[in-house]
């Protein structure tokens, strides 16, 4: 089967892009992978996505916008792209189970959070070492907890966390802070809430758990064991493109854009935050597929 | 057949005790990378129908079963065999992962 475009990924740039695609009559497919919807569907209520002026929670937002899309003849199905040939036309883009042919591709794979990379941690994943304090905060009830990271999704888990666990320490390698001013302020007055600055976790330890952690001091080069019960990782993300071989990225990793969301190769574009790793908010990730959608309706006109 | 619902007090004899094995999904109902792994589940229960039990179980509602197996992170997906845990998962998962650890077990 030959698509005109296959988009990989569902979050809303993707979802976007599919609904523009649609829109322009181009022959739509879209690889949403076995985790649909990005990142949205792990938060809860989105305050700034302009049009709900009383907010609306991530997975519904996602959920409508995949309804949208569908509506308009995109075609969208939940499995995992695996791999893909991008040198010749058509290009072949590969899941576990089938291929697919396209004449051209949108890249929107979004990103995922980012673990420390510290001895004790992937296995204590579960275990005491979440990135989710919205799911597993009620495990930590009258617990003492740490929470890493600066910026305002940090504050936002440690004012979810403060409000069971006994008390939440915010670790921050810098002394000061990516979060906006309101999410800082509603976090210092949190009475629950302390701040350990400069500092950034070198180890995790515990039988099975986490019961300690050895902090650092970024200044002083001192370092100590903490007793803790939880250790939540709030320090960004990193964006999905390990699987595309032969698309160039930069030195972290993001796709490298030339311009109007061409990648090195013509006829791949890319949109969202697997190339945008300044604003990251779910309206610039829409405003990405639909500019990167009117990019693939143009590019195709003109390859006809 | 549809997925179970395991609770602390039918988890002895539905899932410990059982003849075949059984993927046990401890959920709630605000996680929200619980809501993308309940139709996986879902879908594996009706695979697998009269191979393996596939069920979830609300940890807002089960305090006991998810303290004694040390759960502190959903959604975590258990797959026990003879009583036992064999394989266990912790975040969201492709299909493909879960299916991997049951065809093993049905070897």
Excluded at chain 1, 55 to 83: C, W, Y
Aim: glycine residues 10%; contains cysteine; hydrophobic residues 40%.
């Amino acid at each position: 089967m030959l698509y005109d475009v296959i988009i990989i990924g569902s979050g809303p740039s993707g979802l976007t892009a599919a609904i523009y695609t649609t829109r322009a009559s181009l022959k739509t497919l879209v690889l949403a992978g076995s985790k649909w919807g990005g990142q949205l569907m792990l938060t809860s209520v989105i305050e700034n996505f302009p049009g709900f002026p009383e907010g609306i929670e991530g997975p519904e937002l996602m959920a409508n916008m995949r309804k949208q899309a569908e509506k308009h003849g995109a075609e969208i199905i939940d499995t995992d792209f695996v791999s893909g040939d991008f040198i010749k036309q058509p290009f072949v883009l590969k899941t576990g189970e089938k291929e697919y042919q396209a004449k051209s591709v949108i890249i929107a794979t979004g990103a995922d959070a980012r673990w420390l990379g510290v001895k004790g941690e992937e296995e204590r994943i579960g275990k005491g070492v979440s990135c989710c304090a919205t799911c597993d905060a009620m495990f930590f009830r009258a617990k003492n907890v740490i929470i890493v990271g600066g910026g305002d999704s940090a504050m936002e888990e440690a004012l979810v966390l403060a409000k069971v666990a006994a008390s939440v320490t915010i670790v921050h390698r810098r002394g000061e802070f990516k979060a906006s001013s309101i999410m800082l302020k509603r976090a210092k007055e949190n009475p629950k809430i302390s701040f350990l600055l400069n500092s950034q976790i070198e180890e995790i330890l515990g039988d099975y758990r986490v019961q300690s952690v050895k902090v650092k001091n970024n200044v002083t080069g001192e370092e100590r064991e903490m007793p803790i019960d939880g250790v939540f990782v709030a320090i960004g993300h990193i964006p999905n493109t390990t699987v595309f071989k032969g698309i160039e990225t930069d030195k972290e990793g993001y796709i490298a854009v030339k311009e109007h969301y061409q990648t090195n190769i013509p006829g791949v574009f890319v949109s969202g935050d697997v190339h945008d790793k300044r604003y990251r908010q779910a309206i610039t990730a829409a405003g990405y597929g639909s500019s990167a959608a009117l990019e693939v309706e143009k590019w195709l006109a003109d390859h006809e | 057949m549809a997925d179970v619902a395991f609770t602390d007090a039918n988890f002895d004899q539905e899932v410990l005790k059982a003849a075949m094995p059984v993927m046990v999904d401890f959920w709630a109902p605000w996680c929200q990378p619980c809501k993308m792994v309940g139709p996986t589940i879902e879908a594996l229960a009706v695979d697998y129908a009269g191979k393996v039990k596939v069920g979830k179980m609300n940890v807002d509602e089960n305090a006991q079963i998810p303290g004694q197996f040390g759960i502190m992170g959903i959604p975590t997906v258990i797959l026990f065999q003879n009583g036992q845990p064999v394989k266990s998962f912790v975040g969201v998962q492709a299909k493909e992962t879960y299916k991997v650890a049951i065809e093993e077990v049905l070897k």
